[in-house]
């Protein structure tokens, strides 16, 4: 894989993510944050114990309790994940997404409805207009309408997370 270029155009698409993910909205990322996120995952999609704290883990599970990450702070990191180990981002992010993927198909037919998509994130904290949008633009991507597969899900996700699109 080709040396990543973290570009303003990829860190503003970062803050967005940020924002998503500061789930209570008080400018920072920390642990009340994930727990927060992983809670509204868990009521969703009746997840089982494990299921819920594999979402923690990847939603950052080795915080200590009050430690705060700020937005630049997260960029920053997030910048230097993708740039120095390009291969090691891509496969981390790959089974990361795969992960929410995994959960978001709560019917397990391997593929998301628009439906799914929308329950999925609004427990990112997205609500109405913005999850319903979002649940549509990721339906289309192999040609087939009203469903995503896991690959072109992971694909988007991926792509939408260090591409230059």
Known sequence: MASKVFSEFVQQKVRMWFKMMDSNQNGSMGLDD????????????QLSVEEKNTIQKWL????????KVSENRFVAAFGEFVTSNPNVADDAMREMVGVYFDIFDHDKDGVI????????LKCFGMQGEMAEALGVLFT???GKKDQITRQC????WVDFLVGED
């Open 153 to 156: 899900y992971v694909d988007m």
């Open 34 to 45: 994930f727990t927060l996120v992983a809670e509204r995952f868990g009521k969703a999609y």
């Open 140 to 142: 289309d991507c192999e």
């Open 60 to 67: 950052g599970n080795d915080m200590e309790t009050g430690t």
């Open 113 to 120: 409805s628009p439906d799914e998509m929308k329950i999925g």
